[in-house]
C-alpha cells in the first residue's frame, strides 16, 4: 500500500476528497472506488504500482485522432473505479479483481523509453486513472523526464485541487462525457455531470483534449440531448474532436447495440456545432 493524497480526518473516519464523492471512509474500510483504504487513521491507496493491462495501441485507439495521429503509445491501466457505469465496457478490471503485475514508476518509463521512437509516450487508460492519481502523478512526472508524452483517458470525475495538480503533466487527454442529464449521470453511472463538464472546460485550456460519448440507445440518444451536448462543447471549443462510440451490451446493461444509422444520425447533430465529429465501436 502507498500512502494515499487527498483527504481529511473526521473523527476515526476519513473524507477523501480526489473526486466528487467525497466518501466518508471508515476504519478498515475503502470509499466507492474500491482503492482507498482508512488503515490506522491514514489513507492509502491499494492500486499504486499495480498494472493489470498493459499494451502498444495505436494513438487512434485511445481515441485521439488530432494527437500525433500515425504514432504509438504504450497504454496501461489498473483495477478500480469511481463511477458504476451499468454498461462498463472495461468491468472486468475496473471492477473485478483481475491479476496485476507490480511495475514501478521508473521501470514504466523506462519501458516507454524501449519501445522506440514511434512510441509517444504512456497512456493511462483501461481503468479509470483517477484512482490510480498517486501512481500517475509518479509515473508521468519520469515519463516526462525522458522527454516523452503523457496520455489521460478518464472519466473525468475528479475535484479541481487534484485535478491542478495533475495537469501540467499530461500532454493529451480524452474525456468521457457519459451524457447531458443528470439523471443520466446519477442513475446509470452513479455519478454528477457538473463535475465532468468542469474537467473538460478546466483540461482544454492546459493540453490537448478530445471528448468520447458512447452512445446508448433510448438512454442518452435524443436530437435534443445530442444538440446541447455538442452546444455546450462548442462554446468551450468548437475544434475539439467529438467521438461517438457504438455501445455494446456488457456488464450490468443488456439494451441491444446501438444501431449504426443512430450514430451517423447523432453525428450529424453534433456537426453543426462542431468541427470534428468521428463515429467509432463499429468495426
Known amino acids: 500500500m502507498h500512502k494515499a493524497s487527498y483527504w481529511e480526518s473526521e473523527g476515526a ?18 470509499g466507492r472506488c474500491r482503492v482507498r483504504l482508512n488503515e490506522d487513521g491514514e489513507l492509502y ?7 493489470t493491462a498493459i499494451a502498444l495501441d495505436p494513438i487512434e485507439k485511445k481515441p485521439l485522432y488530432h494527437f500525433f495521429p500515425g504514432q504509438m503509445i504504450l497504454s496501461v491501466g489498473t483495477w478500480g473505479c469511481n463511477l458504476q457505469c451499468r454498461f462498463c465496457q472495461n468491468w472486468e478490471i475496473a471492477h473485478g479483481d483481475p491479476a496485476f503485475v507490480a511495475t514501478s514508476a521508473e521501470k514504466l518509463a523506462e519501458l516507454a523509453e524501449q519501445q ?13 486513472p483517477i484512482v490510480w492519481f498517486e501512481y500517475v ?37 480524452n474525456i468521457d462525457l457519459k451524457a447531458f442529464s443528470q439523471g443520466f449521470y446519477q442513475d446509470i453511472c452513479g455519478g454528477g455531470l457538473e463535475a465532468v463538464k468542469k474537467t473538460i472546460a ?11 460519448t458512447l452512445i446508448v440507445p433510448g438512454l442518452n440518444d435524443g436530437d435534443e440531448e445530442i444538440a446541447q451536448l455538442a452546444s455546450w462543447l462548442a462554446g468551450v471549443d468548437p475544434a475539439i474532436p467529438l467521438h461517438l462510440s457504438r455501445y455494446f451490451p456488457r456488464y450490468r446493461m443488456e439494451l441491444p447495440a446501438t444501431p449504426t444509422e443512430s450514430l451517423f444520425h447523432a453525428r ?14 463499429v468495426g
Not at 473516519?13 to 475503502?30: D, E, K, S, V
Not at 491507496?45 to 498494472?51: G, H, K, W
Open 268 to 281: 450529424s447533430v453534433a456537426q453543426r456545432y462542431l468541427h470534428n465529429v468521428y463515429v467509432g465501436n
Open 45 to 51: 491507496t491499494q492500486n499504486y504500482a499495480e498494472v
Open 116 to 128: 522506440g521512437p514511434l512510441n509517444l509516450g504512456v497512456a493511462y487508460t483501461y481503468s479509470e
Open 137 to 173: 502523478c509518479d509515473a508521468a512526472t519520469a515519463v516526462k523526464r525522458r522527454g516523452l508524452k503523457n496520455v489521460l483517458v478518464t472519466n473525468g470525475f475528479i475535484n479541481p485541487e487534484p485535478l491542478a495538480e495533475l495537469l501540467p503533466l499530461m500532454d493529451a487527454m
Open 13 to 30: 473516519a476519513l473524507r477523501c476528497t480526489l473526486c466528487p464523492h467525497y466518501c466518508l471512509i471508515q476504519p478498515g474500510r475503502t
Open 202 to 212: 478546466t483540461a482544454a485550456g492546459s493540453c490537448h483534449v478530445e471528448v468520447t
